[in-house]
């Protein structure tokens, strides 16, 4: 019923910056939170930065004042600007929704595909 399509990974040299999207689209009343997870090789998944209605963020200790997350919510669309990367920033980023579904009023959630993020020289 909703699909996230992410999109913005791709190689980068440490020090560089990044910019991940991910787009919603289907039968979506409204979103309440949205987020961007990480996962690493042989690592679990990890929150990376979340976002509410409201423009309430949280981030990850790892990434304060590196990361930035904002939302259109006109365009139910999530960004993260990725400044100052790492090579530990190194995981594939998936993106999160708490989506309403205009079908049914009930709030179900939603991953999207993932996009690889490699920060290596």
């Known amino acids: 019923q909703v699909q996230l399509v992410e999109s913005g990974g791709g190689l980068v040299q440490p020090g560089g910056s990044l910019r991940l999207s991910c787009a919603a689209s289907g039968s979506i009343f409204i979103i309440n939170a949205m987020g961007w997870y990480r996962q690493a090789p042989g690592k679990q998944r990890e929150l990376v930065a979340s976002i509410t209605w409201g423009d309430s963020t949280n981030y990850a200790d790892s990434v304060k004042g590196r990361f930035t997350i904002s939302r259109a919510n006109a365009e139910d669309t999530v960004y993260l600007q990725m400044n100052s990367l790492k090579p530990e920033d190194t995981a594939v980023y998936y993106c999160?929704?708490?989506?309403?579904?205009?079908?049914?009023?009930?709030?179900?959630?939603?991953w999207g595909q993932g996009t690889q993020v490699t920060v290596s020289s």
């Open positions: 999160n929704a708490g989506v309403v579904i205009s079908t049914t009023l009930k709030t179900d959630d939603y």
